[in-house]
């Protein structure tokens, strides 16, 4: 049983900073691209970066400046730095991981507002 617990969610002001974690446990042993998704409501998920295997990312155009991904040493850990937080931010954000054999996994989401 792969399980991916987020964690880091939560209310803040506008302009301010949060950091989200992922950590995957279970029987998973090669990860190819490590991400977080956003589902606000009304509207669609949509990817807001992911990292891969080699060190790239690819970042949202609505959240380049502002966020950072990275991948923890152990490989089997995400975090998002978010800074400067807009309320359009405001979303459940979901860490996804796809293994080796291209299996994909999800976690439960965590809750992201940015409101005064």
């Known amino acids: 049983q792969v399980q991916l617990v987020e964690s880091g969610g939560g209310l803040v002001q506008p302009g301010g900073s949060l950091r989200l974690s992922c950590v995957v446990s279970g029987s998973i042993f090669s990860i190819n691209v490590m991400g977080w998704y956003r589902q606000a409501p009304g509207k669609e998920r949509e990817l807001v970066a992911a990292i891969h295997s080699g060190g790239t990312t690819t970042y949202a155009d609505s959240v380049k400046g502002r966020f950072t991904i990275s991948r923890g040493s152990a490989k089997n850990s995400v975090y998002l730095q978010m800074n400067s937080l807009k309320p359009e931010d405001t979303a459940v954000y979901y860490c996804?991981?796809?293994?080796?054999?291209?299996?994909?996994?999800w976690g439960q989401g965590t809750q992201v507002t940015v409101s005064s």
């Open positions: 996804n991981a796809v293994a080796g054999t291209w299996r994909t996994y």
